[in-house]
């Protein structure tokens, strides 16, 4: 192993020794801590990504997979209670082969399946039966595979075909559906819901297909669509005008100082209505037209006479005998047009818009184009009977000042909060940064003591023998006021009281190098000299 390496290790390893108890639980601490955060994001990362194998199992079906699992030896979860199991992605397609293999799941809807266990011995009503129940599975699947249906039902009234009645009524379904947990569907959702249901089948339309959630709400009404009642279409309309007009008058005089209402009045009838109109056209050529002329000519003979008591005719003049007579016949175009419109439940008979300007931010407007605007904002009909009110008046500042107080001392105390925070943060971060960097400071004051005493107790005798000294210490005076009142010329004015000095090996040591220097300065000097040198790090 390399040099430096050695060192390095050989440090490490001292410093570890040198370690104090409570270093030593908070580094043991640390390393555990570091070894537990690998492992985890470890097991984190091989984790294998899990997919839904089947949803909506009873749990008959669910054992049954789970037994099946368990013999693969693949892993799975549990979801919904049990009604759905996750597994790995990659055992995905192979388990759900397996289990449709063997028949899983059993409870099943079927769809199309349904027809090929139907024998050839089948009644029609049967095969009228199995067809029926194959489109409903079929749908529902279809329909589950929406995101957030948990489980979907469809149930289909398909009306009998018959030669032996003039209308045929049209067919109908209703759509049964479970959403998961703290989901509602979208009104996107239900218009795919009820285009799909409708689109799968013949005849049906969009107005025939009726939702209901697992709440009981009901999401699409037949004869009506997937809009809603007249109230909820109603209470959207209301919605929908209001804020327009809303987001006019804040932008002409401002925020918060004007508030719209909007009521209107739904028709909650629906109705067919035909109607034929007929009209002549210009300048049209006759479809077809027939001319009859009849003529008589002759001589003599009398004309018709009166008549009388006794029968007879009576003479009353006498004709020539000539007649003329003519008819003519001609059929004309005629322009037939014939309209056939349902009307549904939902339209609008009369609304009425009312309006509240401040006085304080209206002073400078004119009320007449506030009017028209709204007016035209809001689609006003005069005809049918709408109404729009602008009234100016002074706005009650109280609710919003107290509301605004509020607003401003929640961000105060959360500002306060975020600081305090930030601040306790600090300190922590700070106690653990000045903590480290005193241990640092007193660990390296302490290992270059040890280094240094090391130093000088080591390499003293080296460096007597190398000057050729001998390794004899110095005599030391043991009192240093006694040394001091000998090197004075004269004679002390007070006498020091003598301090007991017991000198410790590294003094002795100090004191042989200072002998050692006085005496030969120029070969200590390139000894000491020579020694840093070989000191030095590589």
Known sequence: MPRQVTSVFKRFGNAIREFTIAQRTVAIIGVAVLVLGIAALSMWVTKPSYTPLFS????????????????DGVKYELADGGATILVPEANVYDERIKAASTGLPTSSTGGYSLLDTMGVTSSEFQQSVTYKRALEGELAKTIGALDGVKMASVQLAIPKESVFVSEQNDPTASVFVETQNGVTLSNDQVQAIVHLTSASIDGMTAADVAVVDSTGA????????????????????????????????????GAGNATVVVAADMSYESAERVEESFTSPTDALALNESVDTETYSGTGGSAAGVLGSDTAAVADGATDGTFSSESTTRNNAVNKVTESRTIPAGAITRQTVSVAVDSDAAATLNVADITSLVTSAAGIDAIRGDAVTVEVMAFDTTGAAAAAAALTAAADAAAAEQFAEILRVSVITAGIVITLVISLILYARRSRRQSRESVEIGDLTEMQNALGAPNVPLAVTPSAASLF?????????????????????????RAEIDSLAKSDPRSTAEFLRGFMDDRQRV
């Open 485 to 509: 009142l000998d090197n004075l010329n004269d004679t002390p004015t007070r006498i020091i009281p003598t301090i007991a000095f017991v000198p410790t090996d590294t003094d002795l040591r």
């Open 56 to 71: 909506g199992l009873s749990g008959e079906d669910a054992n049954s997979i789970v037994e099946q699992l368990r013999t």
């Open 218 to 253: 009901v999401l699409s009404a037949v004869g009506v669509g997937a809009t809603g009642g007249a109230d909820q279409q109603a209470s959207d309309y209301e919605t929908r005008v209001r804020t327009a007009v809303q987001a006019m008058l804040d932008k002409v005089v």
